[in-house]
């Protein structure tokens, strides 16, 4: 289970954020789908929303790949 709480998260959450245009108070969004299959992430809706789901998985994609965890592995 991943740690959404320890600093090492915590930063690749905010390095994630930056490098896909995320702003810092959407980033709790992401938090949940790193406790979550993959899965079960959401797909974009297509209504326009703010944050759009596509750019949450993205993130949490990019927190994966930071912290060397295999998203397909999570539970």
């Excluded at 289970?1 to 992401?30: H, I, K, T």
């Excluded at 993130?59 to 397909?72: K, T």
Aim: charged share 20%; hydrophobic share 35%.
């Amino acid at each position: 289970m991943v740690d959404v709480r320890s600093p090492e998260f915590n930063r690749a959450l905010q390095q994630a954020g930056e490098e896909c245009g995320l702003q810092d108070y959407y980033r709790a969004c992401v938090r949940p789908l790193l406790l979550m299959p993959m899965t079960q992430w959401p797909t974009c809706c297509g209504s326009n929303c703010e944050p759009c789901s596509q750019i949450l998985v993205r993130v949490a994609a990019r927190v994966c790949e930071l912290l060397a965890i295999d998203p397909h592995e999570l539970k």
